[in-house]
């Protein structure tokens, strides 16, 4: 018997650890490659330019798809004032073309701007959420009514 050897076992340094476990009578279970889970990537709005016409507040500005800008006549000269109000139970987007409110630009992706540093969190703190919007004529003005109500 060799020293330091208890069990009475050649040299197990020289088996895999597979080789060890089975000499001990232990089964080794290795776990088996699950299914493959992948990403799908939404194509739908590929090759489509601007927002036409739907209306979108984000964190930095609201943008104006150009169909919605031709369907409020706007041109370089008008101004935009922007407000909030309750319809239906919900917060509404307002739009009011005027001489003396926020300058509309025009952007790269077909689309139009309107904003300050301050508006949104000020849209944002009136209970207006962040997403897409559809116009709508109303008089004295338009309103942006959230997208997934739209009726």
Known sequence: MKKGNLLNIDSVEDESFEQQMDALGVEVVKPALQEPEWYDPDFRRRNKIGLKDKISVQ???ITIGSQA??????????KV??????Y?????????????????????KNSY???AKKLPEWLQG?????????LKK???GFIGIPEEEVT
């Open 81 to 86: 004032k922007v407000g909030t109000a309750k």
């Open 69 to 78: 800008i031709l369907e409020m006549g706007v041109n370089e000269n008008f």
């Open 88 to 108: 239906k139970g919900r917060i509404v987007l307002l739009l009011k073309l005027t001489n003396n409110g926020l300058k509309i630009t025009k952007s790269n």
């Open 126 to 134: 009136k209970g207006l959420r962040f997403g897409l919007y559809s």
């Open 138 to 140: 109303v008089e004295g």
């Open 113 to 115: 701007r309107v904003g």
């Open 59 to 61: 964190k930095t500005c």
